[in-house]
């Protein structure tokens, strides 16, 4: 990185940004005939409150909508107990003594380790891939 950073520099230094003198008096002679504009200043505090009347109309409009749409909304109606879930979902210790003759349960314990070792080599590989796309690109640039 310090062999690009010296070439910046060095590109840097090269580059004449000096303004000629008809351009400097030009810019001198437009900054002196504009007026100062102080009437900013004042009209600052009339935008202020324009700013606090349009935000409090705004919130009181806000607020206005919330109580309209709270006013007249319907009780919520009662659940029944019968209604609930839990009589819907079946007892899970009743459906694994129904299932437990039919279904022949065989348990081993899983390995991981090989895919995620082949993964990080893969990763791996890809980053070097990349790092030498860059190098190869910044070569070619500079």
Known sequence: MDEFEKRLKRDAQGIDADISPQLASRIEASLR?????????????????????????????????????NWNRPDPEPVLPEQ??????????????????????????????????DELVKLQA???????NVNRDIDFTF
Do not use: M
């Open 84 to 117: 609930t879930a839990f009589q819907v979902v079946p007892d899970a210790r009743e459906y694994l003594q129904q299932i437990q003759g039919r279904l022949p349960l065989r348990a081993e314990t899983a390995d991981f380790r090989h895919g995620l070792e």
């Open 33 to 69: 005939s504009v007026e100062r504009i102080e009437s900013l200043r004042q009209k600052g505090s009339a935008t202020s409150n324009l700013w606090w009347a349009s935000s409090l109309t705004g919130l009181a409009a806000a607020a206005a909508v919330i109580a309209l749409l």
């Open 126 to 132: 890809d980053f070097e891939k990349a790092r030498e």
